[in-house]
């Protein structure tokens, strides 16, 4: 009797284990990289995948290609559906939600992010392996259920920000959390940031193909006030601007984006290697040209080629402005070292809050010096860490500004 007991205590809990496992919705785990893991049941034809996305690149295409939000911004408060995009949206979408604000397509809106409000969007686009140009918009299936199916996108987009202090003074916040725009904004105030916009879609298939019956922001806040909130950025990501990622081959996934790189490492490389130059005798002729003056501090740099290349391409450009720009103490020869003997491992990485008008590098190398200590010279080498901003020049680039974050000895 004993063992008929445990038997079915067993029996019981294998039956609840596996009852529960049935009743319990098919879920998406996000991970840190925003990429959702799929279930083990979910399936599709590989033919159906590439209709269904097909139709999601199409839609964020025509949602995101040159969109300023104001021209959204009352669809948005209505729930009415715009036309560039209704083609894509299913029948039963339309016929029950329409003119509805909770509808389920969630439209571009104002978001806050770093400090900077966007106030437009343009999808990024990509040479694809024929060359032709393809949206960068990523999806992946999760899930179907029936004739639905859902699915994870990605949508990369350049966007057109102002700081939050100008968006306040220049639109007027409605009751809603919609905005009325009161004043145009100038050239000066706009930037470009890259950005990373998640939504879940979930589209429907029948005799005509694939069609959205929702596409809704990740992480989405409930209510449709909740969600235009300005400070509501959850399904965003502000991104390195420049995409960098490279192709098995090496090349770069984005070629203009890596052209920019190039060009600007290069600039910034040139100026670095032209420090060996400058020995202690020379770096104590130049603190005395330091108190003199633009003119002085500029022929002298001249004379030792750190201005300019090899093609007399500028480098730097030096004005009234020349010490705090290039602050002397940020010069790499300390009192104690007699020379830089070699300049190595030598990397250029895009600071956090590169823009399209903020070109801002990391730039980290390490120098072999030649330290004096009485009569014997010695060699350390020392690690140094400088944030390195450049301008534009027509068609060209130079370095406007500089500075020695940190250094410190790594020998031995």
């Excluded at 969007?121 to 859902?150: A, R």
């Excluded at 019956?213 to 959850?234: C, H, Q, W, Y």
């Amino acid at each position: 009797m004993k063992k008929l007991g445990i038997v079915l205590l067993i029996a019981s809990v294998l039956i609840f284990g596996t009852s529960c496992g049935v009743m319990q919705p098919a879920s998406v785990t996000v991970n840190e990289g925003g990429v959702g893991e799929k279930p083990a049941t979910a399936t599709i034809s590989a033919d159906d995948d590439l209709k269904a996305k097909k139709v999601i690149s199409e839609y964020f295409t025509a949602l995101y290609s040159d969109t300023s939000v104001d021209s959204y911004n009352e669809y948005s408060r209505t729930g009415i559906i715009p036309d560039n995009i209704r083609g894509y949206i299913a029948d039963k979408t339309i016929k029950e939600g329409d003119g509805n604000p909770e509808v389920g397509i969630h439209l571009p809106r104002y978001v806050s992010v770093n400090g900077m409000t966007i106030i437009g969007y343009n999808v990024e686009i990509l040479k694809s392996g024929n060359g032709e140009d393809t949206p960068n918009i990523v999806s992946e299936f999760v899930s179907k259920n029936g004739d639905n199916y859902l699915y994870f996108t990605k949508v990369y987009c350049k966007a057109k920000a102002i700081p939050d202090d100008v968006f306040s003074s220049s639109y007027r916040k409605n009751e809603d959390n919609t905005y009325t725009k009161m004043r145009d904004i100038g050239p000066e105030n706009i930037d470009l940031m890259r950005v990373e916009i998640r939504y879940d879609v979930e589209l429907t298939k029948s005799d005509v193909g694939f069609s959205i019956l929702r596409a809704t922001e990740s992480n989405i806040k409930p209510g449709m006030k909740n969600r235009l909130f300005v400070f509501n950025n959850d399904n965003i990501t502000r991104l390195s601007y420049l995409d960098l990622t490279k192709n098995d081959d090496g090349s770069y996934r984005n070629p203009s984006d890596g052209e920019i790189y190039e060009t600007e490492k290069a600039v910034v490389t040139k100026f670095f290697s032209r420090f060996t130059e400058l020995d202690r005798e020379r770096m104590n002729l130049l603190s005395y040209r330091w108190k003199q003056g633009t003119k002085q501090v500029s022929e002298f740099l001249n004379v030792l080629g750190v201005t300019t290349d090899e093609e007399g391409v500028k480098l730097i450009e030096l004005n009234d402005n020349y010490g705090e720009n290039y602050p002397l103490n940020s010069f790499p020869l300390r009192n104690n070292m007699e020379r830089i003997v070699e300049i190595k491992n030598f990397t250029v990485t895009p600071h956090p809050a590169y823009s399209d008008k903020i070109k801002l590098y990391y730039v980290n190398f390490d120098a072999t010096v030649q330290r004096t200590n009485g009569i014997t010279d010695e060699y350390f080498t020392y690690r140094y860490d400088y944030i390195v901003s450049l301008a534009k020049a027509e068609n060209s680039v130079y370095i406007e500004k500089f500075r020695l974050n940190e250094y410190y000895n790594v020998s031995n």
